[in-house]
T-cell receptor
Framework: NAGVTQTPKFRVLKTGQSMTLLCAQD?????MYWYRQDPGMGLRLIHYSVGEGTTAKGEVPDGYNVSRLKKQNFLLGLESAAPSQTSVYFCASSPPGGGNQPQHFGDGTRLSIL | SQQGEEDPQALSIQEGENATMNCSYK?????LQWYRQNSGRGLVHLILIRSNEREKHSGRLRVTLDTSKKSSSLLITASRAADTASYFC??????????FGTGTSLTVIP
């Protein structure tokens, strides 16, 4: 049972390039989340989804887009990467109930924008 | 910001000692969660305490919650080198979102 799997694990991009980060969960969870983690700032929510076909903005959504076409997958896209988006990105999932349920995290994607 | 804040930012103890870290938050909550993050890994859920609970135990972990002071503490008893990690508190916001604190970095010296 893999839990939450993120691909890729590492990536280096040039400013202006685009890419998609993939998150897959095998726990049949309804809710999925994308966070970024920067030194000294904890985790900040980018976007989240409460079910297949639905997405919503979090605390820091600018510069990112997401899609949840299948229940088990949550994609995070960077349309035109900027150095400020250098970060570690974490995906998480949880059963319905949102804030009343524990979140299950992947091991992150380390992204550098040059 | 409704973000929780952990205190201290860093803590270094000897193996076998107890470690205490604190979390303060700003708004009313219905539960508070603690997570652990080992270096280079994702967060792992440790314990959830509801607003009507004052104390909760899980193995060597003891969590307290004081809603009047908007604070929580995590106590790890008889610490081990494997407990070396960062610890975060998380509070729910608008029902579906979480705010995570900036974490306490714990080092347990063998």
């Amino acid at each position: 049972n893999a839990g939450v799997t993120q691909t890729p694990k590492f990536r280096v991009l040039k400013t202006g390039q685009s890419m998609t980060l993939l998150c897959a969960q095998d726990m049949n969870h309804e809710y999925m989340y994308w966070y970024r983690q920067d030194p000294g700032m904890g985790l900040r929510l980018i976007h989240y989804s409460v079910g297949e076909g639905t997405t919503a903005k979090g605390e820091v959504p600018d510069g990112y887009n997401v899609s949840r076409l299948k229940k088990q997958n949550f994609l995070l896209g960077l349309e035109s990467a900027a150095p400020s988006q250098t970060s570690v990105y974490f995906c998480a999932s949880s059963p319905p109930g949102g804030g009343n349920q524990p979140q299950h995290f992947g091991d992150g994607t380390r992204l550098s924008i040059l | 910001s409704q973000q929780g804040e952990e205190d201290p930012q860093a803590l270094s103890i000897q193996e076998g000692e107890n470690a205490t870290m604190n979390c303060s938050y700003k708004t009313s909550i219905n539960n508070l969660q603690w997570y652990r993050q080992n270096s280079g890994r994702g967060l792992v859920h440790l314990i959830l305490i509801r607003s009507n609970e004052r104390e909760k135990h899980s193995g060597r972990l003891r969590v307290t919650l004081d809603t009047s002071k908007k604070s929580s503490s995590l106590l790890i008893t008889a610490s081990r080198a494997a407990d070396t990690a960062s610890y975060f508190c998380a509070t729910p916001y608008t029902g579906n979102q979480f705010y995570f604190g900036t974490g306490t970095s714990l080092t347990v010296i063998p």
